[in-house]
């Protein structure tokens, strides 16, 4: 099967990457720390802006901009400098086989203004879509507290789950 991605050079990007059989790892906080690491090393190598972001125990979301070079070596970084992280944690050695991530990751080239704010808002509703909190407020690991300080969204605001877009979980 052959996949088409898009790159068009400092647009934003939707991407999403599961874990392998939706294993709930980053229930542990630790690693949703290591991910993060990792995330900020490849950074380095790969320059883009972070967006927004959502991280939850099975998968995540990010919204970035690149403006040189593509999002997929970003994604081609990180998958295998986690794992590699991960199984050291864990005290695995090198040739020790471990699938941690799903293949393929999810990728959407955001179109327009009304096309990013669908986005960021599924990303901030994710925790609450889960059943991990009821307010976005709460969850640490979004850029909820970001967008709501930058004026995106009102210091009380009524949720309704974002429809009518497909996001690739």
Do not use: C
């Amino acid at each position: 099967m052959n996949f088409r991605r898009y790159y068009i050079p400092g647009s934003a990007i939707f991407l999403t990457q599961v874990v392998e059989r939706r294993e709930p790892v980053f229930a542990d906080f630790a690693l949703i720390e290591l991910l993060l690491e990792t995330l900020h090393n490849v950074k380095k190598l790969y320059p883009f802006n972070m967006l927004g972001y959502v991280f939850l125990y099975d998968h995540f979301h990010i919204l970035i901009q690149v403006a040189e070079g593509n999002f997929s070596d970003i994604m081609h970084s990180l998958k295998p400098n986690f794992t590699k992280a991960y199984k050291q944690r864990l005290g695995l050695s090198f040739s020790d086989s471990l699938k941690f991530w799903q293949k393929r990751f999810w990728d959407h080239v955001i179109r327009d203004d009304r096309d990013f704010e669908n986005h960021l808002h599924y990303i901030h509703y994710n925790p609450v879509k889960h059943g991990y909190v009821t307010d976005p407020r709460m969850w640490k690991y979004s850029s909820y507290i970001e967008w709501e300080k930058r004026g995106l969204y009102p210091p009380v605001f009524k949720w309704d789950e974002p429809k009518d877009i497909n996001w690739g979980e």
